[in-house]
């Protein structure tokens, strides 16, 4: 395992605005270091005035690849060669491979998530899903979950039109898998769940400011054997994972669906397995 930068060094990257808080740069980095491929990967925060100007200077450096957070995950796809399937479906790229040259754009956030669900032993096929949230994250779970044969998708979200806009691309899509939308409401949100494998906040809520709220209000909405997961990982538990602890759920926080993510894209840029217990065992030993 070495650690030394040499004249062969290649460079993977991150892009964002924020990038500070990211654990890429430490999980990537880590996965290298053991395999011994002599990749680094590097964070940097970049306006989106700049991000045409970045991405460019990516490909003329003949950099392995890089991933894109916000604010550039949709505003990166112009810039692209082209792009992946489920990437077009979602409309947001998070990884992209430089083949010569070539820029190739994935999304591997929906497949990141559903690989947390199969590491706890949950199902998707033939199951019921509950998703809060109509945002970036929350189409690229819901698209993913359609195509790994979820049977229905319960969607909760404030604003009509982008959940709309999601119910309509299913439908369209993978019409295969039922999906409703529904406004935020207790009263709907215990009758949805009655028969949900598993449910799930997409949205920001239970972290930064608003670490001491729920969008779930009551805990009835909460029972066993409910599978209850959030996609925020800092911090471990949000609110609404404690309270459905306390009732007896399954609780999923979202560091899993970091760790897929980038073992994801980990292999499309070397070929090779991340070493997810490592990375995990990483993660949770801090």
Not at 7 to 22: C, I, N, Q, R, W
Request: aromatic residues 6%; hydrophobic residues 40%; proline residues 3%.
């Amino acid at each position: 395992m070495s650690e030394k930068i040499s004249g062969e060094t290649k460079l993977v990257a991150l892009l964002g605005d924020p990038v500070k808080h990211s654990k890429s740069p430490e999980m990537h980095n880590l996965g290298f270091q053991y395999l011994g491929i002599d990749y680094i990967y590097m964070a940097f925060e970049v306006k989106e005035r700049h991000l045409k100007d970045a991405v460019e200077g990516l490909r003329s450096l003949n950099a392995v690849g890089f991933n894109l957070t916000m604010p550039h995950k949709q505003a990166v796809i112009p810039l692209l060669d082209e792009i992946s399937e489920e990437a077009k479906l979602c409309g947001a790229v998070n990884t992209v491979k430089n083949d010569n040259g070539k820029l190739i754009g994935y999304n591997t956030d929906g497949m990141g998530f559903v690989r947390s669900l199969y590491d706890e032993g949950i199902q998707v096929e033939g199951n019921k899903f509950t998703v809060i949230g109509a945002g970036g994250a929350a189409k690229s779970i819901v698209i993913r979950l359609a195509m790994e044969g979820a049977e229905e998708i319960a969607l909760f979200n404030r604003s009509k039109q982008p959940a709309n806009s999601l119910v309509q691309l299913i439908n369209a899509y993978i019409p295969r898998c039922k999906i409703n939308w529904f406004e935020i409401n207790m009263d709907i949100f215990k009758e949805q769940c009655k028969d949900s494998a598993v449910l799930i906040n997409t949205t920001n809520v239970g972290m930064g400011n608003s670490i001491n709220e729920s969008i779930i209000t009551d805990p009835d909405v909460f029972h066993h054997p409910l599978v209850v997961a959030d996609i925020i990982y800092s911090p471990a538990k949000t609110k609404m994972l404690k309270m459905a602890e306390k009732e007896g759920c399954h609780i999923i926080n979202g560091s899993g669906m970091i760790i897929g993510q980038g073992a994801l894209a980990f292999k499309i840029w070397t070929g090779c397995e991340m070493p997810v217990d490592l990375v995990r065992n990483s993660f949770t030993g801090q």
